[in-house]
C-alpha cells in the first residue's frame, strides 16, 4: 500500500477532515499525520524544527497531503523523499505557496490541489447576489428599517429590472466557480458570455457559452458576475474605463477579490445610480467604517463569506482522497496543478 503523511496543524485536522473519509484513505494507503505547528495560513511555515520534523518524516512517503502548518515542499523536502510521486494541497488559495512546483514538476511528481471544495458555496451566494441585486433588495431593506413599508415603486431599479429569466449574464472567469454557477443559471434561461482568457475553446460548446472580450461582457451584459483570479495582471483588472462600459439598468456582483476592481472608480460608478451591485468582496477588507460604499442605497454588501462554511472546509479532504485513490489506482487525476491551472486559479477557486 502507498505511504501518505498528512502534514498540517491541529486546526486542520479538527476542522477538515473527517474520519470517514481517513477510514476511505486507510482502504488504499497507509497514513500518517504529522502535526505542524507555526506559519500564518496560506505561508509556507518557515519554523525550523517543523522543517526537520518534515524532512526526518518524510523519507518513505509516497504522498504527501499539505495545508496550514505544513513547511514548503522545497528542493531540500524533495530530497529526503525519494519515493514521493504526488504533492496534494488541501487548501492553496495562494497560488502554491507551500510547494516548489517547478522542482516538483522536473521531478515528474504530481501537484494538485483542492480549493475548488469553497466553489460550491461560492457559486451558490453568486447567484443569491444577483437575485438580490436584480431587486435592488438591499434598498429595499434600508426602507424597512429606516420605517417605510420598502414596497416597490414604479421608478425602482426593481420594479423595472426585477427578473432574471432571460437576461444576458456576462462571466468574468470561469473556472470551478463559474461552470457551477453556470449549471445553477440554467433554469432562468439566460444567454451567456464568458471572459476567461485561459479556458478551453471547447468548453463553450459543452456549457453553452460564448467566449467573448471583457469590453464585451461589459458592455452587453445585463448581469456581470467577477470570479476572475487575483493575479499580477488582474489587480486593477476593472478600471473607470471597464466600469464605464456597464450599461444602465444592469447589476455588478464580485464574489472574487476586492483588488481586481478600482474601488474608487466601483464607488464612482455607482454614485450614478442606473447599476446596481452585489458584492461579497471589496478592497480594502474589511472595508473602513467611512467609505461611502456602505451607505450607498444601489449596493447589497457581505464580508467575505461566500466560501465560508463548515461543509466546505471538509470538502478539501473529501476530494484529496478522491484523488489520491484515483492516482494509485492508476487513474488521470482531475485538479492538476499545471502552468495554465495557476494562471486561471482564483483565491475563491476559479
Known amino acids: 500500500m502507498p505511504k501518505i503523511m498528512l502534514a498540517f496543524n491541529n486546526e486542520v485536522m479538527d476542522e477538515y477532515i473527517r474520519d470517514d473519509d481517513l477510514d476511505r484513505l486507510g482502504n488504499f494507503a497507509e497514513w500518517q499525520w504529522l502535526d505542524l505547528r507555526g506559519g500564518e495560513p496560506f505561508e509556507a511555515n518557515a519554523d525550523p ?30 530530497d529526503s523523499a525519494p519515493t ?12 502554491a505557496t507551500r510547494i516548489d512546483l517547478q522542482e516538483a514538476w522536473r521531478r515528474g511528481i504530481k501537484t494538485l490541489d483542492t480549493s475548488n471544495g469553497s466553489s460550491y458555496p461560492v457559486a451558490e451566494w453568486a447567484l443569491g447576489l444577483i437575485l438580490i441585486s436584480v431587486k435592488n433588495a438591499g434598498s429595499l431593506f434600508r426602507r424597512i428599517i429606516e420605517g417605510d413599508a420598502g414596497r416597490l415603486r414604479k421608478d425602482d431599479f426593481g420594479y423595472l429590472n426585477g427578473e432574471l429569466y432571460g437576461k444576458t449574464v456576462g462571466l468574468i472567469g470561469c473556472g470551478h466557480i463559474g461552470r457551477r454557477l453556470i449549471e445553477f443559471l440554467a433554469p432562468f434561461q439566460v444567454e451567456l458570455k464568458v471572459y476567461d482568457p485561459y479556458i478551453q475553446p471547447e468548453i463553450g460548446d459543452i456549457l453553452g457559452f460564448t467566449r467573448t472580450s471583457l469590453e464585451n461582457v461589459l458592455s452587453g451584459s445585463e448581469v456581470i458576475v467577477c470570479l476572475a483570479p487575483l493575479t499580477p495582471s488582474t489587480e486593477g483588472l476593472l478600471g473607470k474605463s471597464e466600469l464605464d462600459l456597464i450599461s444602465g439598468g444592469s447589476v455588478f456582483v464580485n464574489v472574487s477579490r476586492g483588488p481586481i476592481v478600482d474601488s474608487h472608480a466601483l464607488i464612482n460608478r455607482l454614485k450614478k445610480g442606473d447599476i446596481v451591485a452585489g458584492l461579497d468582496v471589496f478592497d480594502p477588507e474589511p472595508i473602513p467604517r467611512d467609505s461611502d460604499i456602505i451607505h450607498l442605497p444601489n449596493v447589497f454588501l457581505s464580508p467575505h463569506i461566500a466560501g465560508v462554511t463548515a461543509a466546505s472546509y471538509e470538502r478539501y479532504f473529501t476530494l484529496m482522497v478522491d484523488e489520491l485513490e484515483l492516482f494509485f489506482g492508476g487513474h488521470d487525476t482531475r485538479f492538476d496543478l499545471t502552468i495554465n491551472s495557476m494562471n486561471n486559479r482564483s483565491g475563491a477557486d476559479v
Open 49 to 78: 524544527d517543523s522543517i526537520h520534523r518534515l524532512r526526518d518524516n518524510i523519507e518513505a512517503a509516497d504522498g504527501v497531503v499539505i495545508c496550514h502548518g505544513s513547511p514548503k515542499i522545497s528542493r531540500q523536502i524533495m
Open 84 to 95: 514521493l510521486k504526488i504533492i496534494g494541497e488541501l487548501e492553496g488559495d495562494r497560488f
